[in-house]
């Protein structure tokens, strides 16, 4: 078991070593990648993957519903319309103002 006299240790060498401007960013890079091992050991454990089969999808409801939020606001009728004929209707909306 390490003990606080060895952690200080390590501490005063790394400062000699690195200088104090340096203990900052190495400690920032060892958090992420602890986060980073701790986040591969988790879905690993669970079988799941990063790799989301349809990346868009989410993404392009949430934007597809934001899209359609403005074109209301903006009072334009949203029923069978694609996003791209309420962007349209939109930028037409905010050029006539």
Excluded at 58 to 77: M, P, T
Aim: net charge negative; charged share 30%.
């Amino acid at each position: 078991m390490i003990g606080s006299l060895e952690i200080v240790i390590v501490l005063v060498a790394a400062l000699f070593i690195f200088g104090p401007d340096k203990i900052p960013e190495l400690a920032h890079a060892a958090g992420k990648a602890f986060g980073d091992f701790k986040k591969a050991q988790l879905s690993a454990e669970l079988g799941v993957s990063d790799l989301d089969i349809y990346p868009d999808t989410k993404a392009n409801i949430d934007i597809g519903d934001k899209i359609k939020d403005i074109a209301r606001s903006s009072g334009i009728d949203v029923h069978g319309k694609s996003n791209d004929e309420l962007l349209a209707l939109i930028e037409e909306a905010a050029k006539a103002k």
